[in-house]
């Protein structure tokens, strides 16, 4: 085990923001963190970086290395009137880190951006900025990193592209990463392991395949004259403009898309809906 | 440490706003140069307007030394704050683009961090008065040479145009204590309220609340020869025919300890609190 967080408590005055939160992580592993806003994600995320100190629990971090853990928090917070080298210079500068320039390429390659970019860091985009971010938590190899929302704000394009760094520094490097979100859809194929935190408290815990499939019940499915489908409608679904939403009942949806093709509808595509009120365990989400 | 202070300097040199410091001292420089060249031989006639009657004057009173010593007069107010602003801004900023959490989820120790602020705003602080002294003696003897000089001091002194600049050069560096004194406060003040116009606004009540009980007579011995604001004026005692060294040592020494007092204080607050952005 890298990291072992237990019994952590927090509170701000009579707000308990923490509950008893215990989280366990192993090496090269990758942990999504989920909960709805104001869950308690980033106050637990600060605790375990070490920002602000828990009420009561401990934290034990099994790594010998100058840096065991590195992260960001919220938004990548840079110098905006430094080059990306000024700011990797003076992260590792403070760190008693010498930023050769073989460094600053590698540094710089291994998140995927150009060392050519010589301009002031408060022109790049939000995706850069949490690339840069993520090459200054990486500065000393830290065994651990925490992500706090690094999707938030993100295109599609800039998630996809965080999604694959991040699966390549778990795989390749055997970096346990810890990510946050309150979006369900962009931990379920990047974690390996799921905690869903519910007003200061991990409700539920495990796989993230088994999680997330007990928490689907409805699926959207987009075809061609779905509207004509008599399984649909023997199944209750609900017809929208261009879907259909089915919440299978008396057949799986293996089953439905099955019997959708011997009616000889054209499935275009099938996406699983996660049940936020299953998952975070309560009425509001 | 060392890293620590030399990534400071590092992020000061890259900043804005210590061009727009180096400026504004340059514009107070300007203005009074500007002031005395045309309205300071008017002045001076107005002020030693009895005395001709009495004595008779030779060589030219309106003359680099005291143009030095007006600019010197900027250590009262206009300097101190700049430094307050600027240096208070040193962590404000932080705060504000919270790469104070960035800082801090690196290995560094909170107490490392803080005291290489505090180190390197007394330099900033130090390079900022060397910066106004040169300046001032090099522009002001360039342009209105040497001279003896007069200053009004619970009365009107003269001194020889060597003794004057000696004088000077004292002055400025016995008002470097001075200004060390209320940049340390604005960082502790930094510290407590974090945002940057808070700190503004209370360090320029402080410096103007400071300028004022130094003129206040408290009828308590102790309190007016030990309270901080009756230790800020020491750069003043070098105009006095007899220097009272004993005077200047014992304020800048009692000066000295409230600075490093406060910087125990801001030490204290940053390293107990918990890192918010």
């Not at chain 1, 439905?256 to 000889?264: A, V, W, Y």
């Not at chain 2, 007394?122 to 001279?147: D, E, N």
């Not at chain 2, 060390?180 to 407590?192: D, E, Q």
Request: aromatic share 10%.
């Amino acid at each position: 085990m890298i990291l072992e967080a237990r019994n952590i408590c927090k509170s701000y005055g009579s707000l308990e923001v923490l509950k008893n939160v215990t989280i366990e992580c192993h090496k090269g592993q990758i942990y999504g963190l989920i909960g709805a806003n104001g869950a308690g994600k980033t106050t637990l995320f600060r605790i375990l970086l070490g920002l602000i100190k828990q009420d009561s629990g401990s934290i034990l971090i099994d790594s010998e290395g100058i840096k065991p853990i590195g992260g960001i928090v919220e938004k990548p917070a840079l110098y905006g009137y430094l080059s990306a080298f000024g700011n990797l210079k003076v992260f590792a500068q403070i760190q008693g880190l010498n930023l050769t320039k073989e460094l600053f390429h590698q540094s710089m390659q291994q998140v995927g951006l150009s060392p050519t970019r010589k301009d002031e860091i408060r022109n790049y985009s939000l995706g850069m900025k949490q690339r840069l971010g993520l090459a200054i938590a990486l500065l000393n190899n830290p065994e651990c990193i925490v992500l706090d929302e690094p999707f938030s704000g993100l295109d599609p394009m800039g998630i996809f592209a965080l999604h694959e760094l991040i699966k390549k520094l778990s795989n390749e490097n055997q970096i346990t990463v810890i990510i946050s979100s309150h979006i369900v859809s962009e931990l379920t194929d990047l974690c390996d392991t799921l905690y869903v935190l519910n007003n200061g408290e991990i409700i539920k815990s495990g796989s993230a395949v088994q999680l997330l499939k007990e928490s689907v019940t409805t699926f959207k499915i987009t075809g061609k004259n779905l509207e004509l489908s008599e399984v649909l409608k023997s199944e209750d679904a609900i017809f929208l403009n261009k879907s259909v939403l089915v919440s299978p009942k008396r057949a799986s949806i293996s089953e439905i898309l099955q019997k959708l093709i011997e009616e000889g509808m054209e499935v275009t595509t099938c996406i699983p809906q996660t049940d936020l009120k299953a998952l975070f365990g309560r009425e509001q989400v | 440490m060392i890293s620590l202070i030399r990534s400071e300097f590092y992020k000061i040199s890259k900043q804005s706003k210590t061009l727009y410091a180096l400026a504004a001292i340059l514009i107070i420089e300007g203005f009074v140069i500007m002031s005395a060249f045309y309205q300071g031989a008017g002045i001076i006639d107005l002020l030693l307007d009895n005395l001709k009657d009495s004595f008779e004057f030779r060589g030219n009173l309106l003359n680099g030394n005291l143009i030095i010593y007006l600019i010197l007069n900027s250590l009262w107010f206009h300097i101190p704050l700049i430094l307050m602003i600027i240096i208070s801004g040193f962590l404000t900023s932080e705060y504000k683009e919270k790469t104070v959490e960035t800082v801090m989820l690196q290995p560094v120790s909170k107490l490392y961090f803080i005291l290489s602020k505090y180190i390197v705003s007394i330099a900033f602080t130090l390079l900022i008065v060397l910066i106004l002294a040169v300046s001032s003696f090099f522009i002001s003897y360039w342009i209105f040479g040497h001279g003896d000089l007069v200053v009004y001091l619970d009365g009107l002194n003269f001194f020889k145009s060597d003794d004057a600049s000696f004088r000077l050069i004292c002055a400025f560096v016995s008002g470097a204590n001075t200004m060390i004194f209320f940049s340390v406060i604005s960082l502790t003040l930094a510290v407590i309220l974090k945002d940057a116009t808070k700190t503004w606004i209370v360090s320029a009540i402080f410096l103007i609340c400071s300028n004022l009980l130094l003129k206040i007579d408290f009828k308590n011995e102790v309190i007016n020869e030990l309270f901080f604001s009756k230790l800020t004026d020491s750069w003043q005692y070098f105009f006095y025919y007899e220097i009272p060294y004993s005077t200047i040592y014992f304020k800048n020494l009692m000066l000295l300890g409230y600075s490093i007092l406060a910087m125990i204080i801001g030490v204290l607050i940053f390293k107990r609190r918990d890192i918010h952005g």
